[in-house]
């Protein structure tokens, strides 16, 4: 008997869709998944709730022309549109979870409260181009630890095609070059965005958790891996932004908070860094059966953060 593996043919097909000739398959898909199978799904799913539940997609199935229809998730955000009970919210998780098993390109929800979805909307239109670019920072680091970690070529080839992507959004946000060198990239942003930022004048590498890399300015001996060269200036405006709680050390959270009280721009972007995160991190919380031994702490602090500032 022949062994059946999907992943296989999967990636076959993937890399077959990746051609020019494909595009206008992968547009005709996007579109009916966004417009067609992904609503009709959810609101099958979630028909018990109809009148309390909205949700919102989100990522690349918004995105035309970055679409392959056997790689690419259909996220979202689901807002509740009144108070729900423990098992309510339990059975509502569970309707979730069954629908993802069945229909694999639905992809991650997060869930809001109709107050907090109002508020992050409105803290991302006002500063949320911060949080954006630092997220695809982000987002290179995770796809890199699945590429060095999975065996399956599918799943790899996913994760590099995500950040061919993420890079070519830096580097349209930006005006530059695609395959240019990300410490360059992350610099350009931090000199357009915080031009003439308080200068952090670093003896050795700091490991920035937020990031999941090591920032150090040139020129600094032992240098760890991966690694983010930046002028003083910019790292000083780096390290000022990231949320304190992802910061390895208190020598670190300190020079960032001393950072901030000299750059009003750096304080208040920090403020809405933090708005940002702590609404995604309670949002992406109430879908996980587990979650981090410290989930609770960092959400309230985030909490405080936000409330401090502008309550």
């Known amino acids: 008997m022949i062994a059946f593996d999907k992943y296989r043919i999967l990636h076959r097909f993937a890399r077959v869709l990746e051609t020019p000739r494909a595009r206008a398959i992968n547009e005709s898909m996007r579109k009916l998944e966004l417009h067609v199978l992904a609503p009709a799904i959810l609101r099958r799913a979630l028909l018990p709730w109809k009148t309390s539940v909205e949700f919102h997609f989100r990522h690349s199935v918004r995105e035309a022309g ?7 998730d259909v996220d979202f955000d689901l807002v509740l549109l009144r108070d729900f009970s423990t098992e309510e919210s339990s059975h509502l998780n569970e309707a979730l979870a069954s629908v993802r098993k069945k229909f694999r390109f639905i992809g991650e929800a997060e869930v809001f409260s ?28 995770w796809m890199e630890a699945v590429i ?15 950040n061919d992507i993420t890079r070519k959004k830096i580097a349209r946000h930006l005006g530059r070059e695609a395959n240019e060198d ?14 003439a930022s308080p200068a952090l004048r670093l003896s050795r590498p700091v490991w920035i958790d937020y990031l999941g890399y090591w920032v150090a300015v040139e020129g600094t001996r032992d240098v760890a891996s991966p690694i983010l060269i930046l002028t003083p200036e910019q790292v000083g405006a780096l390290i000022a932004l990231v949320p304190d709680i992802f910061h390895e050390s208190t020598e670190t959270t300190e020079l960032a908070k001393a950072l901030r009280a000299q750059d009003s721009r750096l304080l208040e972007a920090w403020h809405q860094m933090a708005s940002i995160e702590e609404l995604r991190q309670r949002a992406w919380g109430r879908t996980q059966t587990e979650l981090p ?17 502008n309550p």
């Open 148 to 162: 060095t970690s999975e065996r399956e070529a599918y799943h790899r080839f996913k994760a590099e095609r995500s």
């Open 114 to 141: 109709a107050d907090e979805f109002r508020r992050l909307k409105s803290i991302e239109t006002a500063n949320g181009d911060v949080y954006s670019f630092l997220r695809w920072i982000r987002k290179l680091r």
């Open 66 to 72: 970055e679409f392959n229809f056997l790689l690419s």
């Open 182 to 195: 990300l410490s360059k990239s992350l610099g350009a942003w931090l000199d357009e965005r915080f031009p």
């Open 293 to 309: 031994r410290d989930f609770a702490t960092w959400v309230a602090t985030l909490e405080g953060w936000r409330r401090s500032i």
